[in-house]
């Protein structure tokens, strides 16, 4: 496993160990050990999503607020998306920024996305799979969210295609408007 750093250096890129040959292919998906020792940090998961899209779907950008704020640990089984991560940390030097990262069934690669961090991807291909671990359980009067296509973040969704958006997600606020994080 091999940790990559982001623009931003709490976001990291989690890169497994892939043994593949003729037969198909082997990775540990996660090992507590060695991922604690890639980001530098206890985290202790909790909950097992999975979810699954057709092409086009933005899902996101999602978070919980303090005290049942949650990181994740995300990867793609099926498919492909592009992933982002938003510093929603008021007191970060990185507060606003955004990065982005394409995770596929192809790269098996997985994104690290701390607390205080918003959350959503983009899917690309006719179907995905989409895993990730949380570090806390999903609380509904502690879920928040932020508007994907907020100017003042400015995320490059590399589309022109168009989105297909729940009915909450097209009602989320914009960044200067969110409960935040300190």
Request: aromatic letters at 12%.
């Amino acid at each position: 496993m091999k940790a990559i750093d982001t623009a931003i250096p709490d976001v990291k890129i989690i890169e497994p160990t892939v043994f593949a040959d003729d037969r198909g292919f082997f990775l540990e998906s996660f090992n507590q050990a060695k991922f604690e020792a890639a980001i530098g940090r206890s985290a202790a998961f909790v909950q097992d999503n999975h979810s699954r899209s057709g092409k086009g779907v933005l899902r996101g950008l999602h978070y919980q607020l303090a005290p049942r704020a949650q990181a994740k640990l995300v990867r793609v089984v099926v498919g492909e998306v592009y992933d982002v991560a938003v510093d929603i940390r008021r007191s970060s030097p990185t507060f606003g920024q955004w990065v982005g990262v394409f995770l596929s069934e192809d790269n098996k690669r997985q994104l690290w996305i701390p607390e205080g961090f918003a959350h959503g991807f983009l899917t690309l291909s006719e179907r995905v799979e989409f895993l990730y671990k949380t570090t806390d359980y999903y609380v509904p009067d502690c879920d928040r969210g932020i508007r994907f296509d907020d100017p003042a973040i400015g995320i490059d969704w590399n589309t022109a295609d168009a989105l297909t958006l729940s009915p909450k997600d097209q009602k989320l606020p914009a960044l200067h408007d969110a409960e935040l994080f300190a």
